[in-house]
């Protein structure tokens, strides 16, 4: 890309690469305010639209936010080539993307991140070769992990500060995260919670009710529907441990359906019955309150229709 001759000014190139129209932030604004200012009589349904169409980008990374804000020395640049910012993949889905983090819903099958024995088909991958189409050195980092076989939302950093800010303060930073699941059997109280101490086995994570050296982790649940021998479960997460849910509905004595690692023996969906349908935030940049939420699996409701 070539580089701004203008750095002072504040009118933007006509071209950059044939690919750019280019504005220089001087003064601090919000995205949306700062666009209608420097493209005379464009509408605020026009610049709306741009954004949702993924084609105004800050400092080289896609942003969706209208009220993003900027601060004197950044870029904001308006792609004349909107194929080159479009997303399609039939294993994932960028709900929301910034300069600082991209929130995404994966299907079941996909890795979230790359193992020694799977380094292509992961949703890290994927996102690393999207964001490389905007500028070379770009790439993902990763804050948490879903189980391949569990579909949901989930969130990838686009810089290492961003990434360290939302691992360390995690806690702090989300305020509400959620599953759905289908577990076999009549559940018998409308809700409650799982405590125990968890350890990673490799092949399996064990559970204790006592302190082992475990990871002490809980689940709060509530019961939505019983039928057809099943039921429909929504799971809030205190904590977050490799395979929690999965191992907690054990415990239980009612395992996810299709989890046979964890001692469902029935598998009516073809797939792990456990859906991440809700991610609730803080920006770690901004502040913002985000909130992502998505329907459950239609699968899901089907299997829970009376017969």
């Known amino acids: 890309m070539a580089r701004n001759s203008n750095p002072a000014g504040g009118r933007p190139r006509a071209r950059a690469a044939a690919q750019y129209t280019i504005y220089n932030v001087t003064e601090p604004a919000e995205l949306m305010e700062f666009l209608m200012k420097k493209m005379a009589g464009v509408s605020r349904t026009r610049v709306k639209a741009l954004l949702s169409n993924r084609v105004v980008l800050v400092n080289n990374n896609i942003q969706t936010q209208y009220n993003f804000p900027l ?161 429909l479960v929504e799971l809030q997460l205190e904590t977050g441990r490799k395979n929690q849910i999965r191992v907690h509905m054990q415990t239980l004595g009612h395992p996810v359906v299709g989890d046979e690692r964890y001692g469902c023996e029935v598998n009516p969906l073809g797939r792990l019955a456990l859906h991440a349908f809700k991610l609730c935030f803080y920006h770690p940049v901004t502040g913002e309150r985000m909130e992502f939420e998505t329907p459950y699996p239609a699968p899901f409701k089907t299997l829970m229709l009376r017969k």
């Not at 890795?111 to 020694?116: D, R």
């Not at 939302?153 to 699941?181: F, G, P, S």
């Not at 994570?205 to 649940?221: A, R």
């Open 71 to 231: 601060t004197p020395g950044m870029k904001v640049q308006i792609s004349k080539d909107r194929n080159k910012h479009e997303f399609r993949h039939p294993m994932l889905k960028i709900l929301y993307e910034d300069a600082y983090l991209i929130v995404v819903e994966k299907k079941e099958g996909l890795l979230s991140v790359a193992t020694e024995k799977q380094k292509e088909r992961t949703a890290q991958h994927i996102l690393n070769e999207y964001v490389k189409r905007q500028h070379r050195n770009n790439r993902v980092f990763v804050v948490h992990r879903l189980d391949r076989e569990t579909s949901g939302i989930m969130m990838y950093a686009k810089d290492e500060k961003t990434q360290h800010t939302l691992r360390d303060n995690w806690h702090d930073i989300v305020y509400d995260r959620r599953y759905v699941t289908i577990v076999t059997g009549d559940m018998e109280k409308d809700q409650g919670k799982v405590e125990s101490w968890l350890t990673d086995r490799k092949l399996y994570v064990s559970s204790s009710p006592v302190d082992d050296g475990g990871k002490f982790s809980v689940t709060h649940y509530h019961t939505i529907k019983r039928a057809n021998g099943f039921s």
